[in-house]
T-cell receptor, first 114, second 118 residues
């Protein structure tokens, strides 16, 4: 069965430091990949997505993610974290056009130290 | 981008009562919407797929008689939690696909509705 793993439940970084959030998926083919951010008590905002093509994807708020097929990974990165980035981050996969059924990872809660 | 709105954002009810949560696509038509449930500090669990004009498709383990879904129009899906109990307390999030411009595979999410059953 398809699954998404976010190994880090909590991550704490200092403001201005770089960030990498890990995401691994299990699926036979290349899925559609997404990163969402959720602020407390809020819905989900799309940061970026990968469908095909260039494996390095740029998103909003200075985030980027790289799809590595050999590692079944889609890690999220940001070179310099801002205090406002503190939130919950979810990696999700969709197993293809027409399904729209997302499988979410368990999320990584990011804390930013001033 | 496409906007999905949920109402109410917070609701408190007594045990045994029913609660309706609305999910609206504000600037597009959504033939398909999805309902998720999120437990505290956990991920989103897909409950059901809401199809305009037809019955919803429920995920395994989700009680269809407990969680009634109606998708009567192209812009509105409702989730009714019937005979609510404290264990139904949760954060419910809907999402919708925007088929304009082709099949992008992308979903747009509402702000979520927090249900507390006393």
């Amino acid at each position: 069965a398809q699954s998404v793993t976010q190994p880090d439940i909590h991550i704490t970084v200092s403001e201005g430091a770089s960030l990498e959030l890990r995401c691994n998926y299990s699926y036979g083919a290349t899925p559609y990949l997404f990163w969402y951010v959720q602020s407390p008590g809020q819905g989900l905002q799309l940061l970026l997505k990968y469908f095909s093509g260039d494996t390095l994807v740029q998103g909003i708020k200075g985030f980027e993610a790289e799809f590595k097929r050999s590692q079944s990974s889609f890690n999220l990165r940001k070179p310099s974290v801002h205090w406002s980035d503190a939130a919950e981050y979810f990696c999700a996969v969709s197993i293809g056009l027409g399904t729209y059924k997302y499988i979410f990872g368990t999320g990584t809660r990011l804390k930013v130290l001033a | 981008g496409a906007v999905v709105s949920q109402h109410p954002s917070r609701v408190i009810c007594k045990s045994g009562t029913s609660v309706k949560i609305e999910c609206r696509s504000l600037d597009f038509q959504a033939t398909t919407m999805f309902w998720y449930r999120q437990f505290p500090k956990q991920s989103l669990m897909l409950m059901a797929t809401s199809n305009e004009g037809s019955k919803a498709t429920y995920e395994q383990g989700v009680e269809k008689d407990k969680f009634l879904i109606n998708h009567a129009s192209l812009t509105l899906s409702t989730l009714t939690v019937t005979s609510a109990h404290p264990e139904d307390s949760s954060f419910y999030i809907c999402s919708a696909r925007d088929s304009r411009g082709g099949d992008t595979g992308e979903l747009f999410f509402g702000e979520g509705s927090r249900l507390t059953v006393l």
